[in-house]
């Protein structure tokens, strides 16, 4: 059987994969080296990237070590620096898309709207809101987690005058220098840009909602040894592997498992740097979050407290009020101007797949499937949905290491679901499912996450988004598939 098949006079691609951010160009690299070529990427935009083409905010860089945050099977021994920027990961995904010849595949400035199954065909039809429609086997949304900004509903921001975007949105035309900023969010994108612009700015607040545990990364450039080594060796790149998924393992998910060791280190260390360069007593007391270590995403970050002792640089801790012409007001009643507000307050990640239509079998909508939050075996397929496989889905979000290395599990994974349904279908049958969405539960409910009222991590009760476990234990239960656990129907024809 060839893993090319076409309509009559259609073409009916092997797979459609939706988002050609790592996750997506990861997929379509692993098809292509399984045989696959008749196979389509589906972008939104007018190129590639996924969240690296849309985060141009100062300071944009990755915390996970670049030696990690790359595919295993494309080491780049280009790299600046030991954390990369976010144009040099823009440029190496390019770089990738070149070199396993996927531009053929992609096709940009289509959005999916919806993605229906035909149970006769055993295929998918996707269209996209210009009108197209794409005939396909299999149907892979790769779309991540972390996409859609949220902007949070503040009283009276309608009434406010001055200039304001979304971090992941950043308006470069817009002349920061010698103005009043505030940046709404201490979290991840917040502290990569504050001290980036705040030696710019005249005078930058920063609202606090909550404090957060930080760990300093130690960014260096890489020096020319290191380099050199890079491009005649793989040994540097595979020890810097090594040692980066060691610390996550080791180090950091004890931490989120509840080891009370590692908690007392690693908020031990965070406190003990916070204070090496934070000496005014109420701040230090103002950054110690009043949460476990690990119970919300723990930022790794050099220059974000030295930024904290510019005399143009403030923290708010109290809530915010409301907006008013000229800038903010919080709830003590102190008002601030504002020429410039940045929103840096992360992305919705709840519903997984909102943006699709997805109607399965027996006209099954994946809305209604999930309406209790979303789950699905292994983080990759659920029932009443076949040959759908998803690609950074339900639980498979990590706390402690690189979503690549899930992504690269994950594809992998596919692949041999691919395989086995050939031209017809494959599906998990209800009972493991839900048995694989209750133990996951049941794990998830003893971590860190659950330590919360709410984070990003959490829907209600539910920790729809993380894996609880180990990187290698992951890959363990999606190495070998048993058979047993799925549907398989052949084809008709």
Known sequence: MSSDTKTVNNTLYAAVIVGSGFGGLCMGIKLKQAGYTNFLILEKADSLGGTWRENTY???????????????FAPNPDWD???????????????????????????????????????????????????????????????????????????????????????????????IKNKNIAVIGNAASAVQLIPE?????????????????????????????????AKHTQLL????RLNMWSIGELGLLPAIKGSKLHRK????????????????????????????????????????????????????????????????QDESGKTREHDVVVFATGFKTNPFLASIDITGKDSRKLREHWKDGA???????????????????PNTNTGHTSVIFMHEVQSDYIIKLMQKAGEGSIE??????????????????KMAWNEVQASWYKQGERIPNNWPGSTLEYRKRLKSPDWSDYNICSSNR
Request: charge should be neutral.
């Open 58 to 72: 100062p300071g944009a860089e990755c915390d996970v070590g670049s030696a990690f945050y790359s595919y295993s």
């Open 81 to 175: 620096y030991k954390w990369s920027k976010q144009e040099q990961i823009l440029a190496y995904l390019n770089q990738c898309a070149k070199v396993y010849e996927l531009n053929q595949h992609l096709h940009f400035n289509t959005k999916v709207r919806s993605a229906t199954f035909n149970e006769s065909s055993k295929t998918w039809t996707i269209t996209s809101e210009a009108g197209e429609t794409f005939n396909s086997r299999f149907f892979i949304p790769a779309l991540g987690q972390l996409h859609e900004p949220n902007i949070p509903l503040i009283n009276g921001f309608d009434s406010y005058q001055g200039v304001a975007f979304h971090s992941a949105q950043w308006r470069h035309a817009v002349d």
């Open 197 to 229: 612009i705040a030696d710019d700015v005249k005078q930058l607040s920063i609202y606090q909602r909550s404090a957060n545990w930080i760990l300093p990364k130690g960014d260096r450039p890489f020096n020319r040894l290191e380099k050199w080594l």
């Open 237 to 240: 790149h595979k020890w810097y």
């Open 265 to 328: 280190i690693l908020s031990w260390y965070s406190i003990r740097q916070m204070k090496k360069h934070i000496q005014d007593p109420v701040l230090q007391k103002s950054l110690i979050p009043d949460y476990p270590i690990g119970a919300k995403r723990i930022l790794l970050v050099d220059k974000y407290y030295p930024s904290l002792n510019r005399d143009n640089v403030e923290l708010v801790t109290e809530p915010i009020d409301h907006f008013t012409a000229s800038g903010i």
């Open 375 to 393: 789950y699905a075996f292994n983080g990759v397929l659920t029932n009443k949905f076949p040959n759908l496989f998803m690609l950074y889905g």
């Open 428 to 445: 998990v049958h209800a009972e493991p499912e839900k048995n694989f969405a209750a133990e996951l539960q049941n794990r998830l409910a």
